[in-house]
């Protein structure tokens, strides 16, 4: 197993980083909150976790060892794959999704894109002894787990990452408003990584 890779980062992309590695460029899947934290040409250490399949290896990089763990956790659930359990981690800090099974909360997992109540009420079950508590807060004596960045938050972040001025990232942000709007009056967490494609294409178009 990669615990994790640290180098320069070489290069980054809406949903993957490039870190050099002893001369090599190692792939990385990673979630916009991840890649906002990254500077092209700037030292990083990411932890990853490499998933392994027949015809392919994937590496996927996190902030932190606990987000990797939480990514491993979720998928020993069944029908969480590493592209479910990352989509959770995108929306969801960790300690929100341990507050969240430990609090028996269907809305905060359905917020999660591909998720609807009958897979939440399932992941519920499965993973109530897994996750463990909450780390930063102990349930029914300090509240809730703290809220994720919001999606505006998350997007401009991630688009000063990929280089882009601040001026330019607000005009981005502005643009794709009405889509986050949307999904948040349907009852569903606007998805960053969508929401940070279009934003670029706005971009490019613009440019």
Not at 8 to 27: D, F, H, K, R
Not at 133 to 144: K, S, V, Y
Not at 162 to 190: F, H, M, N, S
Request: glycine share 10%.
């Amino acid at each position: 197993m990669i615990a994790f890779v640290s180098g320069p980062v070489a290069a980054l992309a809406p949903t993957t980083a490039v870190i050099e590695v002893g001369g090599v460029g190692m792939l990385v899947q990673c979630t916009p909150a991840t890649l906002a934290g990254l500077r092209t040409g700037e030292e990083a250490r990411i932890a990853t976790s490499l998933v392994v399949r027949e015809d392919s290896l994937t590496l996927y990089g996190f902030a932190d060892d606990d987000e990797r763990q939480t990514f491993e956790l979720l998928q020993t659930a069944s029908g969480v794959g590493p592209r479910l359990a990352q989509a959770m981690l995108a929306v969801h800090a960790p300690d929100t999704l341990r507050a969240a099974v430990a609090t028996g909360d269907e809305k905060t997992l359905t917020a999660v894109p591909g998720i609807g109540k009958k897979g939440a009420q399932k992941l519920l079950l499965e993973l109530k002894d897994r996750l463990g508590e909450p780390l930063g807060t102990h349930i029914g004596r300090q509240g809730a787990a703290p809220a994720p960045a919001s999606w505006s938050d998350q997007l401009h972040s991630a688009l000063i990452g990929l280089g882009y001025a601040t001026r330019e990232a607000d005009e981005a942000v502005a643009l794709v408003a009405p889509q986050a709007e949307a999904a948040i009056e349907a009852g569903e967490a606007p998805a960053v990584p969508r929401l940070l494609r279009a934003a670029l294409q706005s971009l490019n178009r613009t440019r």
